[in-house]
């Protein structure tokens, strides 16, 4: 839960800072986009973290009444924003690394290139670029339609259904019984 939180946070933070960096070669904008990177990789990390604890730690079951659709569509949504949280990042550093471009992690240290892209050759880095630019900003925007959605299904369950599904997400509770 904490994760989640964590993660959600920190998704929806680099989301409204890529949306809004300027379009030129200031300071600003390039401080904007290694904060952008240097976020982006921690989610990554995080993202990884929390699908190990997932993989060990069952999910309390859905509410009761729960119609058969809603929770296929339920859990075909939390697969879809898993995947997008690990390929997402996972994509922007495999096109920076193609780039031979090392992300500084909040000033303190450099992230490496990924393992098998510091060799590149200039051509090879940048086709490997381009298509990795692509998946990123085509999964980052399917992320920016799909977050709203994921929130909207958690207002629905608390105000119209008025079942527990927001409420047990929240760090703290130790609901295990579907309601
Ligand atoms: C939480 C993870 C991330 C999310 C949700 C995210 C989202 C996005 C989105 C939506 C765009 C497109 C913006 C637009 O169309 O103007 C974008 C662009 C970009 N992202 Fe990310 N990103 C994440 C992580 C990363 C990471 C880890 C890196 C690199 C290490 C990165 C590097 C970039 C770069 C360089 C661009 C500009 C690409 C371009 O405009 O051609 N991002 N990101
Ligand atoms: C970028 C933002 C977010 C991402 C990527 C995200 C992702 C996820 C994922 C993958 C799950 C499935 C949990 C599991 O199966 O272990 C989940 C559950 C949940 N999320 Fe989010 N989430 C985000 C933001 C939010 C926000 C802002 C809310 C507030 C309404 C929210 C409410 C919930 C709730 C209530 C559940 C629990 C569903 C259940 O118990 O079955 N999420 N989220």
């Not at 550093?93 to 490496?112: D, T, Y």
């Not at 098998?116 to 990795?132: I, N, S, V, Y």
């Amino acid at each position: 839960m904490t994760l989640h939180w964590l993660i959600a946070l920190a998704i929806i933070t680099n989301i409204v800072v890529i949306l809004t960096v300027p379009e030129d070669r200031s300071p600003t904008a390039i401080a904007m986009m290694q904060f952008h990177m240097a976020l982006g990789l921690t989610v990554l990390v995080l993202s990884i973290l929390r699908l190990v604890w997932r993989w060990m730690n069952p999910l309390p079951p859905p509410p009761q009444g729960l119609n058969h659709w809603i929770r296929i569509s339920g859990a075909a949504m939390h697969h879809l924003l898993y995947f997008l949280m690990v390929a997402i990042p996972l994509a922007g550093w495999l096109m920076v690394s193609a780039n031979h471009f090392s992300p500084s992690w909040f000033g303190l240290f450099h992230w490496p290139a990924f393992p098998g892209f510091a060799g590149l050759d200039k051509a090879a880095g940048h086709q490997w670029h381009e298509t990795f630019e692509s998946i990123h900003v085509v999964l980052g925007w399917a992320m920016v339609v799909l977050v709203p959605c994921h929130i909207a299904a958690g207002l629905y369950h608390h105000l119209v259904r008025k079942d527990n599904v927001l409420i047990r997400m929240l760090p703290g509770t130790r609901l295990r019984e579907g309601v």
